[in-house]
């Protein structure tokens, strides 16, 4: 059996890769592209320096800076409208997963049109929009290489997964320099995101060689590093690994599915506004406890992947270390329970068959080595609580 892998047609990897932003641009042949981006990067100076490279070489890049954080159907909206009234020949998404997720919906409807709703999974786009670079700033969603884009519809609180080769950026430029800024917070949530893309991908039923390799060296990248970039933002080395590493956790999971973790995630995110790392990392624990007895080997492997279990250890035992490491990372990077975070437990309690009706919908269950009924989704959802 083969599989088929989709990436970006370009990869510039290392310190100072945003730097390139105009060579790439060039060897697509686009002049006049326009820069997705929010606010936070506005105000580092990262939309305008690469403003100003792209203006040296007589590529005039205009800014949309108004995206949000877990973006919505309501808030494409501007940017499609740009893109329909402009004539940008490129867009540039820069920042975390939301302006890149913002920036592939805005690509597709800008020039298609439509509602966000036509393009929603098991629906597959393949229909070209306006070709994206993508730069991320954050260790992460790995959304700069997937193909993929996340959409919430406020109206029915559903974060919608839209997938197909037309959400893959054509070009990506990794740039770890872009993450020294990360809050610690967002460093350790936007780095748990990453860690779970990794094992999901290898867990999943859809897993194969090359998705195996990806996963198995993102783990390697990121679990050493985690607490180190948590404790010490300025540490570049540690950066530079998680950066690579997120990476390929993209490449790992847009060819081989995210599974349990991220379909429980998306309905937490949507109903109660978590930031997804934050719901993915609140979940991890519980659902690699469930899952582990349908793949024992699989899930000792990521143990010994992270560096928390040896190859003297058996898998029993790997396992066991296995859970003991993610809970001590929740532990140590602070992350809250639904509770801690805010969550009235009685609006938590009120959604639990919605939620679970959500995550079956999006697929991303069936993916998983144990493939959970509505009813084990909530009783998970009960222990997420207590
Ligand atoms: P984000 O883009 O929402 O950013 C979180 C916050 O961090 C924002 O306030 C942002 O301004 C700030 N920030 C980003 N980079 C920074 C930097 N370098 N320095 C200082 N502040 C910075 O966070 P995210 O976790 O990267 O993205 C989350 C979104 O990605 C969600 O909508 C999620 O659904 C989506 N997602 C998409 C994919 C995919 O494959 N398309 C995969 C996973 C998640």
Sequence with gaps: MS????????????????????????????????????????????AEKIQAVLAEQDMPADIFDDTVPEPTVASIQAGVKRIQEGDYDSIIALGGGSPIDSAKAMSILGKFGGEMRDYKFPRVVTEAGLPIIAIPTTAGTGSEVTKVTIITDEKTDEKMLCMGIGFMPVAALVDYTLTLSLPARITADTGIDALTHAMEAYVSKKASLYSDSQALEAMRLIAPNLRRVYHDGSDKKAREEMMLGSTLAGVAFSNASVALVHGM??????????????????????????????????????????????????NASANKKLLAELRALNDELKVPTPEQFGIEREAYMGLLDTMAEQALASGSPNNNPRVPSADDLIKLYKQLWW
């Design 265 to 314: 995630s998306r309905p937490i995110g949507a109903a109660f506004h978590v930031p997804h790392g934050l719901s993915n990392a609140m979940l991890l624990p519980t659902v690699t406890e469930y899952s582990i007895p349908a793949a024992v080997e699989r899930y000792a492997d990521c143990a010994r992947a992270m560096g928390v279990a040896t190859e003297q250890d058996d």
């Design 3 to 46: 599989t088929q892998i989709i990436l970006p047609r370009m990869l510039q990897v290392g310190e100072n890769a945003s730097h390139a932003t105009p060579n790439i641009l060039a060897s697509l042949g686009c002049r006049h592209p326009l820069i997705i981006t929010d606010k936070m990067m506005v105000q580092l100076g990262y």
